[in-house]
């Protein structure tokens, strides 16, 4: 019987959230969801998707899988479509997922949808939900045939627990020539300490209104004082004042925390798109007609370099 499956990604040996979000998405809308686990020492992590409503977890633990290479993932997908019949092959955003995702569909010449922010069933058919121009519409999409290959926005949903547990079969890849001849030869991982932008409760983000790099340490100690992670807009990222990896926005991620605290950002269109589901938005800005304003719970009309500094000290007063 035709099937779903997510293909779930690591860190290490943790399940990585938005996969997991995915997954339990699948579950949600029912019929049979499996998932594909792929890297090298990966098995013991294959149970854990059960509690996120895998029914199967197809397990490739192999040492040429190591590397986040997407080609010989795309051979282990497109092995497990063939096999098993899946109708529907769902992947989160991410650098790999986003490659996997566009040569399986090349592979297996299926239809690809992206960007998307959810997906429904309406009159038995499964519809994406793809926000368009400049997120100002949200289209409903869908596939002309099957395999339907679909790539869900960062931060599209929370990973749903629902308790199961997944039976666990592990598979031997057969890996193209062609598949295995990229080679990785260098990997940075970037130290963070504190959550990162996508899971934490409360992001302080920071815009060009903080007038230099240096002035991030009046984000990053509010941010420290408040137990959160610190973000940033396309402005500051381009000019080299913060690291991509924090941008939040509609070239940047999504994010949805309690608490989204704005230091000096306008409030452009493509910077609310990636901030707009905050639970709580609070906007520090000098210009009252600043447009964040209009999307904001709490708004202060100030310098930011004399209210951060304060407001941290307070926070500290508070949680000490
Ligand atoms: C295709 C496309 C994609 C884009 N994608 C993204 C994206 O993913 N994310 C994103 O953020 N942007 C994105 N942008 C850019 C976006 O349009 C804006 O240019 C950008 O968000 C502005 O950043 P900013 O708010 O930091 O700067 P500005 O717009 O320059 O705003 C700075 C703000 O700081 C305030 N300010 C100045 N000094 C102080 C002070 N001392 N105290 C308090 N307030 C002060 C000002 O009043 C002003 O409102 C994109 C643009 C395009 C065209």
Same mark, same amino acid.
């Given at each position: 019987?035709?099937?779903?499956?997510?293909?779930?990604?690591?860190?290490?040996?943790?399940?990585?959230?938005?996969?997991?979000?995915?997954?339990?998405?699948?579950?949600?809308?029912?019929?049979?969801?499996?998932?594909?686990?792929?890297?090298?020492?990966v098995?013991?992590?294959?149970?854990?998707?059960?509690?996120?409503?895998?029914?199967?977890?197809?397990?490739?633990?192999?040492?040429?899988?190591?590397?986040?290479?997407?080609?010989?993932?795309?051979?282990?997908?497109?092995?497990?479509?063939?096999?098993?019949?899946?109708?529907?092959?769902?992947?989160?955003?991410?650098?790999?997922?986003?490659?996997?995702?566009?040569?399986?569909?090349?592979?297996?010449?299926?239809?690809?949808?992206?960007?998307?922010?959810d997906?429904?069933?309406?009159?038995?058919?499964?519809?994406?939900?793809?926000?368009?121009?400049?997120?100002?519409?949200?289209?409903?999409?869908?596939?002309?045939?099957?395999?339907?290959?679909?790539?869900?926005?960062?931060?599209?949903?929370?990973?749903a627990?629902?308790?199961?547990?997944?039976?666990?079969?592990?598979?031997?890849?057969?890996?193209?020539?062609?598949?295995?001849?990229?080679?990785?030869?260098?990997?940075?991982?970037?130290?963070?300490?504190?959550?990162?932008i996508?899971?934490?409760?409360?992001?302080?983000?920071?815009g060009?209104?903080?007038?230099?790099?240096?002035?991030?340490?009046?984000?990053?100690?509010?941010?420290?004082a408040?137990?959160?992670?610190?973000?940033?807009?396309?402005?500051? #990222?381009?000019?080299?004042?913060?690291?991509?990896?924090?941008?939040?926005?509609?070239?940047?991620?999504?994010?949805?925390?309690?608490?989204?605290?704005?230091?000096?950002?306008?409030?452009?269109?493509?910077?609310?798109?990636?901030?707009?589901?905050?639970?709580?938005? #609070?906007?520090?800005?000098?210009?009252?007609?600043?447009?964040?304003?209009?999307?904001?719970?709490?708004?202060? #009309?100030?310098?930011?370099?004399?209210?951060?500094?304060?407001?941290?000290?307070?926070?500290?007063?508070?949680?000490?």
């Amino acid at each position: 019987m035709p099937g779903t499956l997510v293909f779930l990604e690591h860190h290490g040996d943790e399940l990585l959230k938005p996969s997991l979000a995915v997954l339990s998405k699948a579950a949600q809308l029912g019929g049979d969801v499996s998932a594909a686990l792929l890297g090298s020492g990966v098995e013991s992590l294959a149970a854990g998707a059960g509690a996120y409503g895998a029914g199967t977890v197809y397990v490739a633990d192999d040492p040429r899988l190591e590397a986040p290479l997407p080609q010989p993932r795309v051979d282990v997908l497109a092995q497990l479509v063939g096999e098993h019949g899946f109708d529907t092959v769902l992947f989160a955003s991410s650098i790999l997922g986003a490659d996997v995702a566009a040569a399986l569909a090349a592979r297996l010449d299926a239809g690809l949808n992206w960007q998307l922010t959810d997906l429904v069933e309406q009159d038995g058919q499964l519809v994406g939900k793809q926000p368009a121009l400049s997120d100002s519409v949200v289209c409903d999409v869908g596939w002309t045939s099957t395999p339907r290959l679909a790539l869900f926005r960062a931060g599209a949903f929370d990973p749903a627990e629902t308790g199961g547990e997944a039976r666990v079969e592990r598979i031997e890849p057969q890996l193209e020539d062609f598949s295995t001849q990229a080679e990785m030869v260098e990997q940075a991982h970037e130290e963070q300490s504190g959550p990162s932008i996508e899971d934490a409760d409360v992001i302080v983000a920071g815009g060009r209104g903080l007038g230099s790099p240096e002035a991030f340490s009046l984000a990053e100690e509010l941010a420290k004082a408040l137990g959160g992670a610190v973000a940033a807009t396309r402005a500051v #990222v381009d000019a080299g004042w913060y690291p991509y990896a924090a941008q939040v926005g509609q070239t940047g991620k999504t994010v949805s925390p309690k608490l989204y605290v704005a230091l000096g950002i306008s409030g452009a269109i493509q910077h609310k798109v990636g901030m707009q589901s905050s639970q709580v938005i #609070v906007a520090i800005n000098k210009d009252p007609n600043a447009p964040i304003f209009e999307y904001s719970d709490l708004g202060v #009309v100030g310098d930011l370099h004399q209210i951060v500094p304060k407001l941290t000290e307070l926070v500290r007063e508070r949680r000490s």
